[in-house]
T-cell receptor, first 119, second 115 residues
Framework: AQKVTQAQTEISVVEKEDVTLDCVYE???????LFWYKQPPSGELVFLIR??????QNEISGRYSWNFQKSTSSFNFTITASQVVDSAVYFC????????????????FGTGTQLKVEL | EPEVTQTPSHQVTQMGQEVILRCVPI?????FYWYRQILGQKVEFLVS????????KSEIFDDQFSVERPDGSNFTLKIRSTKLEDSAMYFC?????????????FGPGTRLTVL
């Protein structure tokens, strides 16, 4: 069974601080994808990144960066120079390989980390 | 850019009533999903749907729930007799295929409140 753990329930930082959100996953599959979603107070889910299990290269997109380490089953997300607009709940999610019989690739979400960025 | 839409944005109902939540997936997508998020908790998979059949469902998706694609565009989630614990945000998602490299596109959600 697949599982995603986000041990940090809530993080508070002051604007311009760097912050790292942790994500640890469990899966028996060798082929899988990892995702990060942002959920602002308005409630929608905003897709941030998708990473496949064969690509361990770190990725940077503006102030966002992701560190994928298969050896520790972790996919951590860092926001550099945080801003108030980054305040949201951030979810890490896992999708395992294509299911036999035509089943779709369901996402398993972690419990989320509430990030509060204050002035 | 194409997007998944959901109606209504907020539904209030009395316990025991039937509700239908509606979703319009992206037009060329083939796989459709419903997820649920109880307030303050994680997003949970309910059901996936392909070729007019349920592909997979979770333990949450009991006999009170059903899904349907009544026409070529809408994808609905029906709760037959709502309970207080059905109060949650319901997200619809669609993807071009069931392949895991295809991203699921989420709708904005319907907040269901059961009184």
């Amino acid at each position: 069974a697949q599982k995603v753990t986000q041990a940090q329930t809530e993080i508070s930082v002051v604007e311009k601080e760097d912050v790292t959100l942790d994500c640890v996953y469990e899966t028996r599959d060798t082929t899988y994808y990892l995702f990060w979603y942002k959920q602002p107070p308005s409630g929608e889910l905003v897709f941030l990144i998708r990473r496949n299990s064969f690509d361990e290269q770190n990725e940077i997109s503006g102030r966002y960066s992701w560190n994928f380490q298969k050896s520790t089953s972790s996919f951590n997300f860092t926001i550099t120079a945080s801003q108030v607009v980054d305040s949201a709940v951030y979810f890490c999610a896992l999708s395992e390989a294509f299911v036999q019989g035509g089943g779709g690739n369901k996402l398993t979400f972690g419990t989320g980390t509430q990030l509060k960025v204050e002035l | 850019e194409p997007e998944v839409t959901q109606t209504p944005s907020h539904q209030v109902t009395q316990m025991g009533q039937e509700v239908i939540l509606r979703c319009v997936p992206i037009s060329n997508h083939l796989y459709f999903y419903w997820y649920r998020q109880i307030l303050g908790q994680k997003v949970e998979f309910l059901v996936s749907f392909y070729n007019n059949e349920i592909s997979e469902k979770s333990e949450i998706f009991d006999d009170q729930f059903s899904v349907e694609r009544p026409d070529g565009s809408n994808f609905t989630l029906k709760i037959r007799s709502t309970k207080l614990e059905d109060s949650a945000m319901y997200f619809c998602a669609s993807s071009p295929s069931g392949r895991i490299f295809h991203e699921q596109f989420f709708g904005p959600g319907t907040r269901l409140t059961v009184l």
